[in-house]
């Protein structure tokens, strides 16, 4: 079964940075899609950003050069830095895993499990 479970949120100003964490059990770090997924209130859900198990990394258009995806597989974390924080990227983050070799789409339909989320408020 797996849990991932994200930390890390809180407030930020604009132009401030956060790191967000995800600690993921019962499943295995290879042929894993890992994501950060955000859900602005009145809208869909949306990736922000994916690695697959062989560390490629995939970006959306919304947040590319100011995030930076890591893992730290003996602490079973997944992790997402995000600097330059603006208002518009207020959102609750999840992070999502996949059971999948080869590429990452960033679609939330692609994605089988799913964190409870955590707030980030840029003002």
């Known amino acids: 079964h797996v849990q991932l479970v994200e930390s890390g949120g809180g407030s930020v100003q604009t132009g401030g940075s956060v790191e967000l964490s995800c600690v993921a059990s019962g499943h295995s770090w290879t042929n894993y899609c890992m994501g950060w997924f955000r859900q602005a209130p009145g809208k869909e859900r949306e990736g922000v950003v994916a690695?697959?198990?062989?560390?490629?990394?995939y970006y959306a258009d919304s947040m590319r050069g100011r995030l930076t995806i890591s893992t730290d597989i003996a602490k079973n974390t997944l992790y997402l830095e995000m600097n330059s924080l603006r208002p518009e990227d207020t959102a609750l983050y999840y992070c999502?895993?996949?059971?999948?070799?080869?590429?990452?789409?960033?679609?939330?339909?692609?994605?089988?499990?799913w964190g409870q989320g955590t707030q980030v408020t840029v003002s």
């Open positions: 690695i697959d198990s062989g560390g490629r990394m």
């Open positions: 999502a895993a996949h059971p999948r070799d080869g590429d990452c789409p960033l679609r939330p339909s692609d994605f089988r499990y």
